[in-house]
């Protein structure tokens, strides 16, 4: 058996975790915030909420940069590819189906009471269940229960391309070769979609966020490798072409300034990581990195929580001069309980390991 890569650590990564999942709580709790109260919508840090969503984008990154270290892990340590599934799966559906239960319940009471509308009544039927509880719902075309769970279906579709390249590649021709397929995906899809725009199907239309994810730790593994920083230039020539001359909408969000992001926050995380040791190490990125540690728990209730969050806050009537106050209430409230699920919910499926995980 091949002798393990060492495992790539990068201490900030949570503080980057917490980062992202608090632009995304953001997002949505101003936005529902200023639908009861309009005249919030264009104040402040309402009118910068609203580009809360490109948190997806930096999680995307995140994750392409953790499963291909896990890839990387498992080629050398396990003959199949079982494993790595096992663990893919087990990290996203037993907290997923937590939160998946907790917003159906409330539905299920609303339709028992009568108090449904035929949106709810057609979330709840056994089909539609069924393609949720399997994060199949955006190849169905049916609606998502938890509202954010579509990014969960790319998710899980780029754990199965990253398994898929690991066995075909990877366990027979060593890590780089896994690596080199990925990367051709990534330029794939950017040439698909500078040719077709946003006819490209799912998964392969969000594809580059992950793909480059992929490349920092093929640039952070092998910094003095010619390879990888060949596949940057032409992925990101490659993007820049495509941003340059298209511009169209992929999952309701602008593919152009998705891919910005995404390209700034790689090159980012590739530019920083000789700086981790300190920055980690740094006080003021603790309580991002504590948040950051919970950021999939976070992530899956927050759209659920900060409405309750919102409904106690106006009960209270407190003075919420600019919205500021309701706004910073909620999303406290959201993250509070966030943590509570995490610790029953997310945290005793976690496989522990020797040395931090990323």
């Avoid at 069924?130 to 998710?155: D, G, H, M, R, Y």
């Avoid at 754990?159 to 898929?164: A, K, R, S, T």
């Avoid at 070769?177 to 990925?182: E, F, G, N, Q, T």
């Avoid at 032409?234 to 910005?260: E, G, H, K």
């Amino acid at each position: 058996m091949n002798t393990p890569p060492p495992r790539l650590s990068y201490a900030t990564l949570d503080a980057w975790r917490g980062i992202a999942s608090l632009m995304v709580v953001c997002f949505h709790t101003a936005g529902v915030h200023a639908l009861h109260h309009p005249e919030l919508k264009d104040r402040g840090i309402f009118w910068l909420a609203q580009f809360g969503w490109l948190g997806v984008q930096l999680f995307f990154v995140i994750s392409g940069f953790c499963i291909a270290n896990a890839a990387a892990i498992s080629q050398a340590r396990d003959p199949g590819v079982g494993s790595f599934f096992v663990a893919r799966l087990r990290r996203i559906f037993p907290p997923y189906w937590c939160a998946l239960l907790l917003t159906t319940l409330p539905l299920v009471v609303m339709q028992l009471r009568g108090a449904g509308t035929a949106e709810t009544a057609g979330m709840l039927t056994g089909g539609n269940i069924f393609w949720n509880l399997t994060l199949t719902q955006l190849i169905t075309k049916t609606p998502s229960i938890v509202a954010v769970s579509w990014t969960l279906c790319f998710e899980l579709a780029f754990y199965l391309l990253v398994g898929g390249a690991l066995a075909a590649f990877g366990k027979r021709l060593g890590v780089r070769a896994m690596l080199r397929a990925l990367h051709g995906l990534t330029l794939l899809c950017l040439i698909a979609q500078l040719i077709f725009g946003d006819a490209v199907p799912y998964p392969f239309c969000m594809w580059a966020q992950f793909g480059f994810g992929v490349l920092v730790y093929d640039a952070l593994t092998d910094p003095k490798s010619r390879e990888p920083r060949v596949w940057a230039a032409v992925l990101a020539l490659a993007t820049l072409v495509l941003i340059t001359t298209r511009d169209f909408y992929v999952a309701n969000q602008p593919y152009r300034l998705s891919m910005v992001v995404t390209l700034l926050f790689a090159a980012l995380l590739v530019g920083l990581h000789r700086f981790d040791t300190l920055t980690g190490a740094h006080r003021a990125l603790r309580g991002l990195s504590v948040i950051g540690g919970f950021s999939y728990s976070l992530y899956l209730t927050h759209h659920y929580l900060l409405r309750i969050g919102l409904q106690i806050f106006e009960r209270l009537r407190l003075p919420d001069p600019g919205g500021l106050v309701g706004l910073l209430f909620a999303i406290a409230f959201s993250v509070a309980t966030a943590a509570v699920f995490y610790r029953f919910c997310e945290k005793p499926f976690l496989k522990k390991r020797p040395t931090k995980s990323l």
